[in-house]
């Protein structure tokens, strides 16, 4: 879900005036997963415009502040969420690690790096939020290093139904900048796309395995 409103336009605004979102309706994006898509986004531009990664990293600390309080640890998702991550972190005053998707194959062999306690409260940040597949991995990670999950930010989500119904699941509140819906809403305020596009974009949206 996302933070509110006024929060979530404002931050697909500036995703597209970076172009850390594009759209392209008429031709698609391929995604690792193998997904066609009209729309890819790649919020790791926002740390190169100062302006943008100050909103992105204020707006996240207050909706930890607001929904879940201080906890004792923040944890990056890598590769994508370690750089705002350690902004949050910092901002808070508080201890940082980040989860790789597997454990290292030498050394340690550490899937969490950085010091955790058993029992630490931990807040997770994603910088991207589609199947959850990623996210739901970090957690399961830091879950089995003992520490306590209080919820997870995020700075845009796809709000994909597979993705709600497995948080649902892990009894985890997801709460994002901003989402699919306000960004179409934006884009076509903002001229962005047109009303033409908005079938091609919405189709995708509800059925983005099969589309193209």
Same mark, same amino acid.
């Given at each position: 879900?996302?933070?509110?409103?006024?929060?979530?336009?404002?931050?697909?605004?500036?995703?597209?005036?970076?172009?850390?979102?594009?759209?392209?309706?008429?031709?698609?994006?391929?995604?690792?997963?193998?997904?066609?898509?009209?729309?890819?986004?790649?919020?790791? %531009?926002? /740390?190169?415009?100062?302006?943008?990664?100050? @909103?992105?990293?204020?707006?996240?600390?207050?909706?930890?502040?607001?929904?879940?309080?201080k906890p004792d640890v923040i944890a990056g998702v890598a590769?994508?969420?370690?750089?705002?991550?350690?902004?949050?972190?910092? !901002?808070?005053?508080?201890?940082?690690? $980040?989860?790789?998707?597997?454990?290292?194959?030498?050394?340690?062999?550490?899937?969490?790096?950085? @010091? +955790?306690?058993?029992?630490?409260?931990?807040?997770?940040?994603?910088? %991207?939020?589609?199947?959850?597949?990623?996210? +739901?991995?970090?957690?399961?990670? %830091?879950?089995?290093?003992?520490?306590?999950?209080?919820?997870?930010?995020?700075?845009?989500? $796809?709000?994909?139904?597979?993705?709600?119904?497995?948080?649902?699941?892990?009894? /985890? !509140?997801?709460?994002?900048?901003?989402? @699919?819906?306000?960004?179409?809403?934006?884009? +076509?305020?903002?001229? @962005?796309?047109?009303?033409?596009?908005?079938?091609?974009l919405m189709a995708w949206r509800a059925d983005p395995g099969?589309?193209?």
């Open positions: 879900m996302i933070f509110n409103k006024n929060t979530a336009k404002k931050t697909a605004e500036l995703l597209l005036s970076i172009k850390a979102i594009k759209l392209n309706p008429d031709e698609a994006f391929v995604w690792a997963s193998g997904w066609n898509s009209p729309i890819y986004c790649d919020n790791r %531009l926002t /740390l190169s415009f100062v302006p943008i990664r100050n @909103y992105v990293r204020e707006h996240l600390v207050k909706i930890i502040l607001e929904k879940h309080g590769t994508g969420a370690i750089a705002i991550g350690v902004l949050v972190a910092q !901002e808070l005053g508080l201890p940082f690690v $980040y989860v790789r998707p597997e454990p290292k194959k030498h050394g340690r062999m550490n899937q969490v790096e950085g @010091y +955790l306690n058993k029992g630490q409260n931990v807040i997770v940040v994603e910088d %991207l939020v589609s199947t959850g597949k990623s996210s +739901l991995n970090a957690i399961e990670a %830091l879950k089995d290093f003992g520490v306590q999950i209080k919820g997870m930010v995020a700075i845009f989500d $796809y709000g994909f139904d597979t993705a709600k119904e497995s948080f649902a699941k892990e009894n /985890l !509140e997801v709460t994002s900048l901003s989402d @699919y819906d306000n960004l179409i809403e934006q884009a +076509l305020e903002s001229n @962005y796309v047109t009303q033409k596009h908005l079938k091609t099969k589309w193209k």
